[in-house]
Every structure is written in C-alpha cells, then in structure tokens.
C-alpha cells in the first residue's frame, strides 16, 4: 500500500514550470560551450599545434640548442602564419644562422641557373638538417638580380657568380693545368658542365676552409640529402659520429620515380624512389633488372654512383662531381649503408625540353655522344629534338612514369622501390609556415647595391651569350689548342693521379657474373 500511495502521490506531482525549463534549456549550451573553450586554451591544456612551438621542434635533426629563444609567450605564437611579413622569422623563431655554435659545420656547394622555386626548398631543407654554409656558383636565371637579392639575404649563402674575372682565375687554377680532367676538355654540354663543376669545387675548397668547415659536399640543386639511420635524421649527427681517420663519406644515390606526368613540384610531390645497387642484395637487383629497367638504356635512367662529403684538411681536391681526393695521400673513404642522396631527375615533362634548349647538338647518335655522358640522356635528347610535343609526353609516360600499380607493388615488396616521406613534409611544412615567403618578402625590401646590381646584369648578358664566350680562354682555335693552354698541359704530367670520376651508369645485366 505504501508503495502504491507513494506511486500515486509521485503521479500527482505538479510539473516543472515553464521558467525552469526555459532556464535549463539556456544554461546547458553555454555549459558546453565553456568546456570546449577550455579544452582549446592554449595556456592551460596542449593541443597538437603545441608540437609546432620552438621549444618542442617538430622536425628531426632540430634540437632545442639550434633554436634561437622565443621572445613571445609561448601563448602568443602563431607558427603557422602565412604572413609575408618580413620581421616573420624563417621558421618558428629560429633563423637558421647557425654558424656560431654548430658543429661539425658542414658546407654544401653547388653550381646552378635554377630559379627561386627550386633553390629555396633545397637551401631551408638542408638548413633543416644541419648545413649551415651554401656556396652557389651562379649563371643564367640565378645569377638574375631578383633571385640573387633573394639568395644573399639568407645567412650562410654565398652567391658567386660566373664572370670573366672568375673564368680567367680559374683559367689559371691547379686543376685546368693538369691531366686528370683533360679527356672532358672542350666538349659541349654535359662534358662542359662536369668541368665547370670541377673548378668550381676547387674555389669552394679554400672558400669553405676560409670559413672554417668540416666538410663539404657538392650537390645539385635536384639533389636532396637523405640522412636515413640517425634517430634525429640529421646530416649533422650523421657526419659527426664519422671516425677520425675517414677522409670521405658516400652516399649511395637513389633515383626520383615519379608516378604522375604533371609533376609541379618534385620536392613535395615525390615520394617513390628506386634504391641504388649498393643497397640492395645482388639477387634481387639483378633477378629484377629488366623489370626495373623498363626498356630503358640501365637500371637509372641517370647516375648510379652517388655523391660524397670531404672532410676538409691539407692538399684536398675535387675528383670530378661525384667524388673527392687528395694530392698526397688516397682518401680513407666508407660507404653508408642507409643514408643516400635522393635525385629528383626528369621530374617534370618540361625537363625534357629544358635539356634540349641547353645544347646545340644535332639530334643524331653520332653526334649526341659529344654532349651526353650518359644513354638515356642521349635518347631523351634526340626525342625532345625530333619528336611532336604528343610524341614526346607519350614516351615520358613509357618511359619515366611508373603507372603500372602491380609493377610498383611488386618491386616494393622486393625492396627495389622504396617510400620516402621525410624530405617531402619537412618542405610541404616549410612553404605552408611561410619561410619562403618571409624571406624573398625581406629581400624585397633591401636594397641592390649598385656594384651588386652591375655584377648581376653583366652575368646576366655574359650567360646569354655562353656559346661565344664561355671559357674563352679554353677554346680550339682553327689550329687546336691555344698555344698557351697546349704548353700548360703538357707541362704538367701526373700519371699517379687518378682520372676525374665521371657520372656513371649502375651495374648492368650483362655484367651480372663479374661482380662478386
């Protein structure tokens, strides 16, 4: 009964008012919307955009010693501001001039007429993992007043440019006077560049040493340093953990296999790379080859021998662009077994043609031998000089992109093909935070001095002008060799010094049972 009455009383309760449910109803929205206040203030609960703060740094290789101190509360950072402000940092508060404290320091040197949009990525991404000092040997569209304004403006980037000052200096240097570079003497194209880049070394030497680094390597500007098996991916830790007594470190390089035909931009929209032949069991590089191949002349379309970093000591010289060496003594060189160099090469359709445009040689086998080291850079050249522009795109999909997905799945399950993600967000993160922009920002609001400014049109005019005047005092007059040049060489006969290193292909099939 009790129960009951109680049932019966419950069921004779008056309801809530209309007040108090007008009141429930305003209070429960603001409720929530409080808590979702403070589950997203920053000052009291982190969130993930606190992993983009100077003091926890985001990318590897980047520890809290190589940033400079915020001067905001760390409430008020904004690292993902698109601002072009030039009082923007480079990145996150830290400008990258390392110079004072980084060790080892590291040197890059390059020879280059790449415009601003390759040029920045490659100069931050190496900042990012530990370079400090970039020495750029500059001609046609980099050697441009706009793009040099840029370039001089970042700390630890020096802009040298090609002019007849330097040619004669260099007409004059140790190498130019010796054997060991001779065979790539007065050829065009690819010989002319691989000579160009040699020289260049040679200054970089004694620029770098003038600037007390380490080591230094020389890279392209399609080239990005891959320093896989450090747990910081950093170049820095890398070179450092090197033992004393090693006088150079290679880095196998792996090759760009580019998945699309309307690549924009390499560095941030390829991930597939085909790994080099010193990293890979014999088995399975050459079990694979001819699929790997795919109907081209070798299993990379371009280079397969890498690149290396110098430890920078007396009687150091450059041995071609892929290697060092050294006038006393034979460099004690290791091999990595992880870290690589990653080329971005024919990336985009319009690299075809960009080739093509450098060279005046006839599109011919014969002839193609005298520009081009390597085959398939022969084809590509006698195809972008023959062919329709239908033509052309048809053999860049045969030939340079990978569509074929069982392929792709096949060879990466055999180790051949591989996915690498680090260069590709550390730049993406890079151009979204605003470096880039910060920085060609800042530029424009500098002034050319005006002995800069002449410095970079008569560059400008002296490049344009490259079949006439390029290496003049390297030319073959209707006789040969100039006198002069003639009789340098033939003073100066070294058999004991190796020849320079060239670009060379990877292992062939055919030579499957030579190679132990």
Request: net charge positive; with cysteine; hydrophobic share 35%.
């Amino acid at each position: 009964m009790a129960g009951a009455l109680s049932y019966r009383q419950f069921q004779h309760q008056p309801p809530p008012s209309s007040s108090r449910l007008l009141l429930l109803l305003t209070l429960l929205p603001l409720t929530l919307a409080s808590i979702a206040f403070v589950l997203q203030w920053r000052g009291g609960v982190t969130d993930p955009l606190t992993r983009w703060s100077p003091d926890q740094p985001q990318f590897p290789g980047m520890s809290s010693a190589d940033s400079t101190p915020s001067r905001r509360p760390s409430n008020c950072v904004n690292p993902l501001s698109q601002s072009l402000n030039p009082s923007f940092p480079y990145f996150r508060d830290w400008n990258f001039d390392y110079s004072s404290h980084l060790s080892p320091k590291i040197c890059v040197t390059t020879s280059t007429s790449a415009g601003l949009e390759q040029t920045l990525p490659w100069i931050f991404y190496h900042k990012v993992i530990g370079v400090s000092n970039f020495l750029l040997f500059v001609e046609g569209k980099a050697a441009s007043p706009n793009v040099t304004r840029v370039l001089e403006s970042i700390p630890g980037v020096k802009v040298i440019f090609r002019t007849r000052e330097l040619e004669e200096q260099q007409a004059k240097s140790r190498i130019w006077n010796e054997t060991w570079l001779a065979s790539f003497f007065y050829k065009p194209c690819n010989y002319e560049l691989f000579v160009k880049q040699s020289l260049n070394m040679e200054m970089a030497i004694v620029m770098a040493r003038d600037s007390r680094m380490d080591w230094i390597i020389h890279l392209d500007t399609d080239e990005l340093m891959h320093p896989a098996g450090t747990p910081e991916y950093s170049l820095r830790q890398l070179l450092a953990d090197v033992p004393g007594n090693v006088d150079m470190v290679i880095f196998p390089n792996y090759e760009s296999s580019v998945e699309r035909d309307d690549i924009k931009e390499p560095f941030s929209e390829v991930s597939m790379f085909k790994k080099n032949y010193d990293h890979l069991p014999k088995d399975v590089y050459f079990g694979n080859y001819k699929e790997a191949t795919r109907g081209n002349p070798n299993y990379f379309l371009t280079y397969g021998n890498g690149k290396s970093a110098a430890r920078i000591q007396d009687h150091l010289r450059p041995n071609g662009a892929h290697r060092w060496h050294n006038y006393m003594k034979t460099p004690n060189e290791i091999k990595l077994e992880e870290a690589a160099v990653l080329h971005y090469t024919y990336t985009k359709f319009s690299d075809l043609t960009s080739r093509r445009d450098r060279c005046g040689c006839k599109p011919t086998k014969e002839d193609v031998k005298r520009c081009f080291m390597l085959d398939f850079d022969r084809s590509a050249f006698i195809i972008a000089s023959t062919a329709t522009e239908e033509e052309m795109l048809q053999w860049y999909r045969e030939r340079i992109v990978w569509t074929e997905k069982a392929l792709n799945i096949k060879l990466m399950r055999k180790g051949i093909l591989t996915r690498i993600y680090a260069p590709m967000i550390i730049i993406q993160s890079l151009r979204e935070s605003g470096v880039f922009g910060s920085v060609i920002a800042k530029a424009a609001q500098t002034k050319l001095s005006k002995e800069k400014f002449l410095k970079s049109v008569d560059s400008s005019n002296s490049t344009r002008n490259s079949r006439s005047d390029m290496f003049s005092s390297r030319k073959i007059d209707a006789g040969g060799l100039s006198q002069t040049t003639a009789r340098r060489i033939l003073k100066v006969i070294d058999e004991s010094l190796p020849s320079a290193m060239p670009p060379l292909s990877p292992p062939s099939y055919d030579h499957a049972d030579l190679i132990t």
